[in-house]
């Protein structure tokens, strides 16, 4: 192999190359911690300074102590230098560090691809499409620097002419079809869960406390998107329950649920319609599979391989999701939840019905409790009281409850009366077991956002909720929802009332006495009507985004070749031979592209190649170092039939390409196309003959 | 020209490491949007393929010039590059095989149609006649990644004289008893009239102006010559090595034009006339370049 092509880095092509390294970092800007980014900032300005103020390079030693500290800072940020995040700050600072030893070509070179590498690992931290489009940006212009850095050495100047961003913009283009190719026939390994990402995670957490739901409610980031097949019968909106887990332990000392651990519980979902759902989850990083309530297990979620159906009703992945997912899921909507055997087994029920640290609640919340018992008599009666207590005292809802006191139950039952489902949940679900009714939290989502555009619904954080399932003898786990009773309108229409209301007051404690202070939140109509409507949009295009490229998985790809009819054995011939031909095909279209003419060649100089191509057929071809006055006289004495013309052509040629100015241009172009004319006759009226 | 050679540079190891770092990124995260990055960069090496042949696909080299000049200075020669093709073309590096080393020479950029010259500087090799036999071009654009090589056949000669050494006064003149009487011996410098212009003659006398002028082409001619011919023998420098013997003519006949005088030169096996001016001081500069050495050696 050759070496290189000289060596040596001027000071633009240096500051090109740390723009673009600024431009990668740019990229990465969440992903980095800040002290990372201001120790870079130094190196970079050191690097500057060394070309401004002709100061030496640091030397290996000092270059090792840097690399030394940055491991450390890694290894103290993370605790590891394997993995995305790690990985991502070490390759930062390293590149930082290497600019202090660019040198030569190669260092150049180097720097450049692992800028590359550096640029695209930001989509493994996020692959909506606006990063997806800043990486191919940054992308293109690392790759137009190096175009630059290998087309204009000696040149000083800053910025590449427009004929090479031309040039890198269509070589970008034209490598696209290869590109798309390979990505659809590349044989993919089978990844299903995805590996795990170090993800933030967002959302619900495994936990209930005051707080963990009402915090999701100005959180509009899409929770998991559904589609239904065509036809079918969809419930409402407000009837729309999302199960997602289900909490089973509460312990009044912290007022916090928990998932608990129950191991296995048998029941039967009697009655219901069936209703398929299709649901795309993005990566949460946790286990948990959405599904509208009631899920069931006939037919069991697709792909099988997925989850399974817990207790609670509810379906678990075997792994954490950590790729964004698309399954297909039945629920029985309507359906009754019944313990098989018709009762609850005593394990189930001495869980459903603790409470720990029970002694610590407050007594006026056992008396309330044993109340309802009083009252109400069995189970369904309990739940009815415990209702019209929630109805009829005055309770309100409220996503900003304001913060509670260590007791916060009996506060919020008989002081404050106002809270997010959270509460009433909370609160419910202690007051059944109180009332030896057994009770559990269930955790999801309700409602959805239906998009026209592309016929789905979108269930966004903010539609989080809770709500409670009590154990009613022969009708099962019944839901049972405090906010329907409360805040019947944050069923049926979302949490955009409650948002709205929650930025609309504030409420103050002066002398004593709270007031109220009203603040808009407002926006004019029309531009909310737009905002609405540009989210519409956006979502159909994230849909389209996801559908085509994100969840490009094996069985997208085994779907679509069985659908060309290929086998599944013969994915990896199908991929070499297809590779092949779309390379092959691009190499000849650019190839093509390449030699289409730019320059339009003036008509003196066409008709000249003209001439010596016809000359050159009839067996005289211009030597290279031949005037046109020469070769015309050599024609001449080989063809004399075509002498004349030919010398008038060299003539008039010489004339009119060599002379300052041609008085009459036209009259002698077409006096050259008349001799080239007379000359085509001749040759055409006698075989060529070359003498001599 | 020979046709067009690719070479794979080292920049191409390096990329080729980090496409692999990417596909384990692929595939160990599983994220398509990885996949399609890095294929597209695949599918960018493969075009840029494309436009490094395209480059080089139209460039030829020409011989250009070069200049004779003594042992121990800089040789200099000029190459002309030609751009055949309608588009520009970028990043040439042109390299020569001199006396055993490389000389390299870099050209940034050739308009369409448009011929460039090349300068090329190098250390003198030892005296004699030589060729530049081959140039080659080669370029990295666009990438870096793949280079491009075209080789030309130069045959471009060049001569080195001897070095200039020597301390030894001129020998002496030799009067010429037979000249001294016309006193219009020819290849003086007192020019008296002028005759019409004989076919084959050199061209060194004629009268350029009256040509410009529209007159035919007509030879001026000088009188005062008879002062005497200088002549510079091989003989009169026994006692030194052949290259001193040369290095001390050369010296003689670099004074001797600048004094402008006549002077002839006797070689074993050769002999020159007495004359003057740049050519006959090529002529017998060039003679003891050739002396004794094969002609046409290669570099």
């Known amino acids: 192999m050759k070496s290189s092509l000289n060596s040596g880095v001027t000071a633009p092509q240096l500051y090109r190359l740390q723009a673009c390294f600024g431009l990668g970092i740019l990229v990465h800007l969440g992903n980095v911690p800040w002290w990372l980014l201001l120790a870079v900032a130094a190196l970079v300005y050191w690097r500057w300074q060394i070309v401004r103020a002709s100061v030496p390079l640091p030397s290996l030693f000092t270059r090792a102590c840097l690399g030394a500290v940055l491991f450390l800072g890694v290894l103290a940020e993370f605790g590891t230098v394997a993995g995305r995040d790690s990985g991502t700050m070490l390759m930062i600072g390293l590149v930082a560090i290497k600019f202090l030893e660019l040198r030569s070509t190669r260092d150049y070179m180097v720097i450049s691809f692992v800028l590359y590498f550096m640029t695209l690992i930001a989509l493994l931290f996020d692959q909506s499409i606006p990063v997806f489009l800043l990486v191919l940006v940054v992308m293109g212009l690392i790759t137009a620097n190096l175009v630059y850095y290998h087309s204009a050495r000696q040149k000083r100047v800053w910025l590449p002419t427009r004929r090479l961003l031309r040039l890198t913009g269509l070589m970008l283009i034209q490598a696209l079809p290869l590109a798309l190719v390979l990505f659809i026939f590349f044989p993919r390994v089978q990844g299903k869960f995805g590996f795990n990402l170090g993800l933030a995670k967002s959302g619900l957490s495994q936990e209930l406390e005051p707080g963990s739901i009402s915090g999701l409610i100005f959180d509009d980031e899409m929770a998991f998107r559904v589609e239904f097949p065509p036809g079918s019968a969809k419930p409402p909106l407000q009837h729309m329950y999302w199960r997602a887990f289900v909490l089973w332990d509460v312990d009044a000392r912290t007022n916090r649920w928990t998932m608990g651990r129950v191991r296995a519980e048998r029941f039967a979902l009697e009655g219901g319609t069936p209703l398929r759902q299709t649901i795309t989850l993005p990566a949460t990083g946790e286990k948990w599979l959405f599904a509208l309530d009631h899920p069931t297990d006939r037919p069991p979620i697709e792909p099988t391989w997925l989850g399974r159906l817990r207790p609670g009703d509810v379906y678990e992945a075997n792994r954490p999701v950590n790729r964004k997912m698309q399954y297909n899921v039945t629920s029985l909507i309507g359906a009754n939840l019944v313990a098989v055997g018709g009762a609850l087994s005593p394990d189930i029920s001495e869980i459903a019905l603790e409470i720990t640290n029970r002694r610590l609640l407050n007594p006026r919340v056992v008396t309330l409790a044993e109340s309802f018992q009083e009252k109400g008599g069995d189970a369904a009666g309990i739940v009815r009281e415990m209702l019209s207590y929630f109805r009829t005292e005055g309770f309100r809802y409220t996503s900003l409850p304001g913060s509670y006191s260590e007791d916060m139950l009996a506060d919020f039952l008989f002081e404050r009366k106002t809270g997010y489902c959270e509460h009433y949940a909370t609160a419910a679900g202690v007051l059944l077991r109180l009332a030896g009714v057994p009770s559990r939290l269930v955790i999801g989502y309700q409602g959805a956002e239906y998009n026209p555009y592309g016929d789905f619904y979108i269930v966004k954080q903010a539609n989080a909720h809770v709500w409670v399932e009590g154990y009613v003898p022969e009708e099962g786990w019944v839901r049972i929802d405090p906010t329907v009773i409360v805040s019947p309108a944050r069923i049926a229409s979302g949490p955009q009332e409650v948002r709205e209301e929650a930025g609309s007051s504030l409420t103050v404690e002066v002398a004593g006495q709270p007031i109220e202070i009203n603040y808009g939140d407002w926006q004019p109509e029309w531009l909310e009507a737009l905002l609405d409507e540009g989210d519409l949009r956006w979502q159909q295009v994230e849909e389209v985004w996801d559908r085509w490229i994100l969840s490009y998985n094996p069985e997208s790809q085994e779907r679509l070749l069985s659908q060309v009819g290929v086998q599944r054995q013969l994915r990896g011939v199908v991929f070499v031979v297809a590779s092949l031909l779309v390379a092959v095909a691009t190499v000849a279209l650019v190839w093509w592209w390449l030699r289409r003419p730019e320059k339009k060649l003036e008509p003196e100089q066409e008709l000249w190649t003209q001439y010596q191509r016809l000359l050159a057929w009839a067996g005289v071809p211009r030597r290279r170092w031949e005037g046109p006055l020469d070769y015309a006289a050599r024609v001449a004495q080989i063809l004399p039939k075509v002498g004349e013309s030919a010398q008038d052509f060299a003539e008039t040629y010489v004339r009119l390409r060599y002379a300052p100015q041609t008085a009459n241009r036209d009259a002698a172009l077409s006096s050259l196309r008349a001799s080239l004319e007379k000359i085509r006759q001749r040759l055409e009226k006698t075989p060529s003959q070359v003498e001599g | ?299």
Do not use: C
């Open chain 2, 1 to 299: 020209m020979s046709g067009v050679r690719f070479y794979a540079t080292h920049h191409s190891l390096i990329l080729g490491l980090i496409l692999f770092a990417t596909l384990l990124a692929a595939v160990n995260y599983d994220n398509n949007l990885v996949y399609l990055i890095l294929f597209w960069l695949l599918g960018m090496a493969v075009v840029s393929a494309v436009y490094s042949h395209r480059n080089m696909a139209a460039v030829s080299i020409k011989p250009g010039a070069s200049w004779p000049v003594f042992a121990g200075s800089d040789l200099r020669f000029t190459l002309q590059v030609h751009n055949g093709s309608l588009q520009p073309v970028s990043a040439l590096a042109i390299r020569v095989p001199v006396n055993g080393q490389e000389v390299t020479a870099f050209l940034d950029e050739i308009a369409p149609g448009d011929t460039e010259l090349v300068e090329l500087v190098t250390p003198a090799p030892q005296r004699g006649l030589y060729r530049l036999e081959t140039a080659t071009v080669e370029s990295e654009f666009p990438l870096g990644i793949l280079g491009v090589r075209r080789e030309a056949t130069l045959q471009q000669p060049y001569i080195v004289y001897p070095e200039l050494k020597g301390e030894s006064p001129f020998p002496d003149i030799v009067y010429d008893a037979q000249d001294q009487d016309a006193g219009t011996r020819s290849g003086g410098d007192d020019f008296y009239g002028v005759r019409a212009y004989l076919p084959g003659e050199p061209q060194r006398h004629i009268d350029w102006k009256a040509v410009a002028r529209g007159m035919p082409m007509m030879v001026k001619q000088f009188t005062g010559g008879g002062a005497g011919r200088l002549w510079f023998p091989w003989k009169a420098l026994d006692g030194l090595e052949t290259e001193a013997r040369l290095s001390q003519l050369a010296q003689w006949i670099v004074q001797a034009d600048e004094e402008n005088l006549f002077y002839g030169l006797l070689l074993p096996g050769q002999q020159f006339e007495p004359d003057k001016g740049k050519e006959h001081r090529h002529l017998l500069l060039t003679a003891l370049a050739s002396y004794q050495r094969g002609k046409g050696e290669p570099t």
